[in-house]
């Protein structure tokens, strides 16, 4: 499990402009956002939002994902994190089966 993890919060797109450039140029609304990292893993991952804590949470989620593909374990924290599993489907990263949470094994 990687401690690792860093959120920059970049509400005025002063920290990674980059990130803003890159957001408008596929057409994507003006948002703050967060960069959440993991040196370990050499990944990284953007969480949008008006508030600090929903870009905190989608840039934590978006990095725990990243990791998940890297250290080549997606499959099995799609299985046994029903939520998470769902989230990956949904976006085409994971060959689960889309069932509905209240039938899926949940891991708390």
């Known amino acids: 499990e990687p401690t690792d993890v860093v959120i920059d919060d970049d509400p005025d797109w002063k920290v ?3 990130v803003g450039r890159a957001a408008k140029q596929v057409g994507a609304e003006e948002n703050c ?3 959440a990292s993991c040196a370990s893993h050499g990944v990284w991952a953007v969480g949008v939002g008006a508030g600090w804590k929903a870009r905190e949470s989608a840039a934590r989620l978006g990095v725990a994902l990243a ?3 890297a250290a080549g374990r997606l ?4 299985s046994k994190y029903g939520e998470f599993g769902a989230v990956c489907a949904g976006a085409g990263l994971s060959q689960q089966l889309q069932q509905p949470l209240s039938k899926r094994r949940r891991h708390r």
Do not use: I, L
């Not at 499959?75 to 799609?78: D, R």
């Open 16 to 18: 990674f402009p980059e």
């Open 33 to 35: 956002y967060a960069v």
């Open 67 to 69: 990791v998940a593909r």
């Open 75 to 78: 499959e099995e924290m799609c």
